[in-house]
């Protein structure tokens, strides 16, 4: 099972956490793994592209990437973490057996 947290503050999306693996799959076989994983990247490459000091920890089965709550009044910040909610509810919509999210306020 995967799981999918991401953090609020003030309205603000701070980042988020994917953590396990949906085991859909065989290691390596598991497109919705390689989906879930896929729009987390992009999000680190996004907050990289902009220059933002962010935390990241990137682990087998796990990635978190937060940002400073004045980072995250960037409208590209808050315009990269929506859109990537939004594929993570879009990928997953059919998947509860393997992968769950939530949003925390924090």
């Known amino acids: 099972m995967t799981n999918i947290t991401f ?8 980042g988020f956490e994917v953590s396990g693996h ?9 497109l919705l793994c390689c989906q ?21 920890v990137i682990q087998d089965g796990y990635l978190k990437l937060m940002v400073s709550e004045k980072d995250a009044l960037e409208t590209k910040i808050q315009f990269l973490f929506d859109t990537c909610l939004k594929s993570f509810k879009a990928i997953i919509i059919d998947e509860k057996k ?3 999210l939530e949003v925390k306020n924090v």
């Not at 953090?7 to 701070?14: A, D, M």
């Not at 949906?22 to 598991?30: L, R, S, W």
Request: hydrophobic share 45%; proline share 0%.
């Open 98 to 100: 393997y992968a769950k």
């Open 7 to 14: 953090f609020k503050k003030n309205k603000l999306i701070i």
């Open 22 to 30: 949906t085991g859909k799959a065989d290691y390596g076989e598991d």
């Open 36 to 56: 879930i994983s896929t729009v987390a990247q992009l999000a680190v490459v996004g907050v990289e592209e902009l220059k933002l000091n962010a935390f990241k």
